[in-house]
């Protein structure tokens, strides 16, 4: 794809942005040890199909998206929680404060959750989300992502992003995604085409693999260039 | 030459979260009628002074004793309807969620942690 000028800034980033050095943890271990729990009492299997949360089936295209999730040194996070929220398949949010001109899907709320397993692989079923009109600049619009929260083993890893799909004609003219100035590390956040994926009659798939960060890591690369 | 462990980039979470990330009682990380629980509350102030009126808090913390074991159940769902179902009003669970009101302004009840602040305690994994 052929990249155009950077797209204009992402306003909201001028005034949210920290100034300060930020706060240093005296016990590093305190953050890198441990992380809010969760269980099988808090998540079920059902929550991860966010296309059987009414008594309806959703408007648009069904898709499954999976992939695994790991630290920096290839090892799989596992039982961890993530967290996946969207639009409907006409690019708007069931939230009240949305009021982009696009219909609401009664059988769409567009959030939904699972733990990653042993491999760290985690798995959603969902629709594909629409792009939105939004007043970042004139004529602004979001090239259709999926928001993901990933909980780590440890607190510090914890990652709250955006993932997108590939082939976007929207992805060369977003100011979010261009908020990562290094294309390399914009390039994953876009997630793969796995036709393997893809259920015949049924859905089609995407591959996202995530890899959560954190002081850890951060030591083991000391001396290193990033 | 991007590393294959390259870590994923963080991105905003964006206005409309609360669909999705909030849940009924997110910010009673210790139950209310606990006599030692504590209110702790704070405004979000974006860099012009202005308040914030679309973030999401987390807080994570030890318990009383110094444990950092933490406990599921700050984010259950009934299980017949998948609606969020609070939390079970017993147990402390060391984790909790909240986002601004209108005016910025947010609080959580809680237990104060225990020990000097991120001291190791004989409970923690990080002693042994």
Aim: with cysteine; charged share 20%.
């Amino acid at each position: 794809m052929t990249i155009a000028p950077s797209p204009p800034p992402y306003r909201s980033l001028e005034l949210r942005t920290p100034r300060g050095p930020l706060v240093q943890v005296r016990d590093p271990e305190a953050v890198e040890l441990t992380g809010p729990v969760f269980g099988v009492t808090d998540v079920t299997a059902l929550d991860g199909d966010l296309t059987r949360q009414h008594t309806g089936e959703p408007i648009g295209e069904r898709i499954t998206v999976t992939g695994r999730v790991r630290d920096r040194q290839g090892r799989p996070v596992r039982g961890q929680l993530v967290e996946l929220w969207q639009t409907n398949a006409a690019g708007r949010y069931a939230h009240r404060r949305d009021q982009h001109a696009a219909p609401l899907d009664p059988n769409f709320t567009g959030c939904g959750r699972c733990l990653t397993d042993d491999d760290g692989t985690y798995t959603f079923t969902t629709i594909r989300p629409g792009a939105y009109a939004w007043r970042n600049h004139d004529n602004a619009w979001r090239p259709a992502h999926l928001h993901f929260s990933f909980f780590g083993t440890a607190f510090a890893q914890r990652l709250v992003t955006q993932m997108y799909f590939p082939g976007d004609p929207l992805l060369a003219l977003d100011p979010v995604l261009h908020s990562v100035t290094d294309e390399a590390a914009r390039a994953r956040l876009v997630a793969a085409y796995d036709h393997d994926l893809s259920v015949p009659e049924w859905s089609l798939g995407y591959r996202w693999d995530v890899v959560l960060d954190g002081p850890s890591a951060t030591l083991f690369e000391e001396g290193g260039a990033r | 030459m991007p590393a294959p462990h390259a870590p994923t980039p963080s991105q905003t979470v964006g206005p409309f979260f609360g669909h999705a990330l909030p849940a009924p009682g997110g910010p009673e990380i210790a139950p209310l009628a606990h006599p030692d629980t504590i209110t702790l509350h704070g405004y979000v102030y974006d860099g012009a002074g202005d308040p914030v009126h679309d973030a999401l808090l987390e807080i994570w913390q030890p318990a009383p004793d110094g444990s950092r074991a933490g406990a599921p159940g700050s984010l259950r769902r009934d299980p017949v309807t998948g609606r969020p179902a609070g939390r079970d009003g017993v147990t402390f669970t060391g984790f909790g969620r909240v986002p601004t009101d209108a005016d910025g302004h947010w609080a959580i009840h809680t237990l104060p942690p225990g020990g000097a602040p991120y001291c190791r305690s004989p409970s923690s994994p990080a002693a042994s």
